[in-house]
Nanobody, 114 residues
Framework: QVPLEESGGGLVQPGGSLRLSCPASGSIFSTKTMGWYRQAPGKQRELVAHITRDGIANYVNSVKGRFTISTNNAQNTMYLQMNGLKPEDTANYYC????????WGQGTQVTVSS
């Protein structure tokens, strides 16, 4: 599988917001559970949010109430709206299916720092 291409990361102050995007081809969103993963330096990659093909979203406790995962099937794009960002959210963020079937792409770096 061709890697997915994440975008939207950047440097933001604590409390700020970012929206990550993940375009995908075909009908992947209507057939697979999709997720956003992140990997901080020295840590394992973790799944922080996922959304089923029926639109049911789930989040890891550390991001609940701050992050929102969504898909736009017409645009074949998945998003992660991140509000109230904290320094501990600093990581490289990736999108993939759950479980992952795509080769991991380069991700998009999110840095939360004052």
């Amino acid at each position: 599988q061709v890697p997915l291409e994440e975008s939207g990361g950047g440097l933001v102050q604590p409390g700020g917001s970012l929206r990550l995007s993940c375009p995908a081809s075909g009908s992947i969103f209507s057939t697979k559970t999709m997720g956003w993963y992140r990997q901080a330096p020295g840590k394992q990659r973790e799944l922080v949010a996922h959304i089923t093909r029926d639109g049911i979203a789930n989040y890891v406790n550390s991001v609940k109430g701050r992050f929102t995962i969504s898909t736009n099937n017409a645009q074949n794009t998945m998003y992660l709206q991140m509000n109230g960002l904290k320094p501990e959210d600093t990581a490289n963020y990736y999108c993939n299916t759950v479980p992952p079937i795509y080769v991991w792409g380069q991700g998009t770096q999110v840095t939360v720092s004052s």
